[in-house]
Each structure stands twice: as C-alpha cells, then as structure tokens.
C-alpha cells in the first residue's frame, strides 16, 4: 500500500516571500502520478499541481513548483512571492498507474501568509 | 461549467440515526469518488463509483454504503451514525483520473 506523509503540521511565511512544504511518499511502483491541493476556508480543494512520475523535469504552474526527487521519493512545493490568498491548508496526493487506482492523500499541511 | 455541487451543506444528526448525503458531478464526469475528511486525520477514501458500478472501497465499516445514478449522482448514506462519524464528506469527479480530480465543497456531517 501506498503512504504519503506529510511531516510538517504547520508554516507561517511573510507576505512575498519563498515557502517549502514538504511530502514524501512510499511505493514500489514505477509509474505513478502526484499532486498538490489546495484546501481553503471555503473547503473546495483546488488542484495546484501536478507531477508525472517518469518525467525528470520538475512541474511549474505560476507562483508553484515542486522539487520532485524520485529517488528519495520526496515531493517538496514550493510557494515564491507568496501572497494572502495561499493561505490554506496543503495536501500532498499520490495515485498509481493503471485501475482502479485511487488518490492517497497526506495528513496536510496548514499554511499562514503574514500580511 | 457548473462544479462539483455537493447538498446538504451542512447536516446534524443524533447518533443511531441515519445521514444520506449528495453529489453531483461535473457534466461528462463518470466518476464520482467519496472522502472522509476527519480533523487531523487528513483525507480517507471511503468509495469510488463509475458508471453505475462500485469499483473500490476504503477500510471503512459496511454501514457506510452509496449508489450511483444513471446520470452518474451519487448518494453517500452512512446508517447507525456514531459520534466519530462526524466528519467533512467530500465527493469529487473525474474523466481521467491520471489528471486529478475536481473536489465540491463538501457537506460537514456533525453527530450529537
């Protein structure tokens, strides 16, 4: 079985600063897929990011990129010029290849953006 | 393009009672998936249906059970409602999973 684990239960950053939050994964499969959600107060979670397993290039949507090391199984996004509306809780998702595959979700993380 | 519309919004029910809650997918989604939400405990797959069929479960008690629909809604029903059953549901769609899927907003189910 698959296991996300996200160690950090909380981050507070600056307003227009860099943040990292951390995700590493468990596996012994070789395709996979991972994702980043956003959850705000509102409760929708938003898709942020997404990485596939067999590319080597690290995935960037805006402000988001993750640090994706295959090897170490780490899954690292990080937030540049962080704004107010990144506040939110985090979660890391893992889904393998093929059917009846599900997402596996982390515990998340909860992000405060300072003003 | 309508999201995924989740209803009630919110639901109180006393224990031994039971909860049915509902979802609507995104127009063209098949796939209709089901999480439980609980604090601190991040987000448990509870059940996964596609056209019309269930196609995974969660370790969860068979007293949590659902349908799918021809147009492809899905009920959630959770009978013999405990205190820890108090929970958020979220339910989510997809076409092709591999690109994720799209979450409603949830109904925030509380157990008095």
């Known amino acids: 079985a698959q296991t996300v684990t996200q160690s950090q239960p909380e981050m507070s950053v600056q307003e227009a600063e860099t943040v990292t939050l951390s995700c590493t994964y468990d596996?012994?499969?070789?395709?996979?897929?991972l994702f980043w959600y956003k959850q705000p107060p509102s409760r929708q979670m938003i898709l942020v990011i997404r990485?596939?397993?067999?590319?080597?290039q690290n995935a960037t949507e805006n402000r988001f990129s993750v640090n994706f090391q295959k090897a170490a199984k780490s899954f690292s996004l990080k937030i540049s010029d962080s704004q107010l509306g990144d506040t939110a809780m985090y979660f890391c998702?893992?889904?393998?290849?093929?059917?009846?595959?599900?997402?596996?979700f982390g515990k998340g993380i909860t992000l405060s953006v300072r003003p | 393009e309508a999201g995924v519309t989740q209803s009630p919004t919110h639901l109180i029910k006393t224990r031994g009672q039971q909860a049915t809650l509902r979802c609507s997918p995104i127009?063209?989604?098949?796939?209709v998936y089901w999480y439980q939400q609980a604090l601190g405990l991040g987000l448990q797959f509870l059940l996964w249906?596609?056209?019309?069929?269930?196609?995974n479960r969660g370790n969860f008690p068979p007293r949590f059970s659902g349908r799918q629909f021809p147009n492809y809604s899905s009920e959630l029903n959770v009978n013999a409602l405990e205190l820890e059953d108090s929970a958020l549901y979220l339910c989510?769609?997809?076409?092709?999973?591999?690109?994720?899927?799209?979450f409603g907003s949830g109904t925030r189910l509380t157990v008095v």
């Open positions: 127009s063209g989604h098949t796939s």
């Open positions: 989510a769609s997809s076409t092709d999973r591999n690109y994720g899927y799209t």
């Open positions: 998702a893992f889904m393998k290849q093929g059917a009846n595959s599900k997402l596996t």
């Open positions: 596996t012994s499969e070789n395709n996979y897929y």
């Open positions: 249906y596609d056209e019309g069929e269930e196609r």
């Open positions: 990485q596939e397993a067999y590319k080597q």
